[in-house]
């Protein structure tokens, strides 16, 4: 039995639909990602809340370690947290888009056949 030869057309919709479901793959990891970075922020925040005032404390800046104050941590910790909720929403954004997107493609090229 012979396959059916698909148009010049139909092959750039299965090659757009091959993209988008690689993009889609990308997004759902980096979200996977930014969910995680999410909890351990949070973690860090609830320990922080319990630390006095006077505890030496350090951050990590990349490879190095730099001793500050609990109060700096805090503030940089819930500005950390906020870039990420941002992050999240933008990339679930466009992951409900590329979803959406994905299944009129794949019921355009089910319909073709």
Same mark, same amino acid.
């Given at each position: 039995?012979?396959?059916? *030869? %698909?148009?010049?057309?139909?092959?750039? $919709? %299965? *090659? @757009?639909?091959?993209?988008?479901? *690689? =993009? %889609?793959?990308? /997004?759902?990891?980096? +979200? =996977? =990602?930014?969910? +995680?970075?999410? @909890?351990?922020?949070?973690?860090?925040?609830?320990?922080? !809340?319990?630390?006095?005032?006077?505890?030496? /404390?350090?951050?990590?800046?990349?490879?190095?370690?730099? =001793?500050?104050?609990?109060?700096?941590?805090?503030?940089?910790?819930?500005?950390?947290?906020?870039?990420? #909720?941002?992050?999240?929403?933008? +990339?679930?954004? @466009? #992951?409900? !888009? %590329?979803?959406?997107?994905?299944?009129?493609?794949? $019921?355009? +090229?089910?319909?073709? *056949?």
């Amino acid at each position: 039995m012979a396959t059916p *030869q %698909l148009t010049p057309e139909q092959q750039e $919709e %299965l *090659q @757009r639909f091959n993209q988008l479901v *690689q =993009q %889609l793959e990308v /997004i759902r990891v980096n +979200l =996977q =990602q930014l969910e +995680l970075e999410k @909890r351990e922020t949070e973690d860090a925040l609830k320990e922080s !809340k319990d630390l006095d005032p006077s505890a030496v /404390i350090y951050r990590s800046a990349g490879r190095l370690l730099f =001793q500050t104050n609990t109060e700096d941590v805090k503030k940089h910790l819930a500005e950390q947290q906020e870039s990420v #909720e941002v992050r999240i929403s933008s +990339l679930s954004k @466009r #992951e409900k !888009k %590329l979803v959406s997107s994905v299944k009129e493609l794949q $019921e355009k +090229l089910l319909g073709k *056949q």
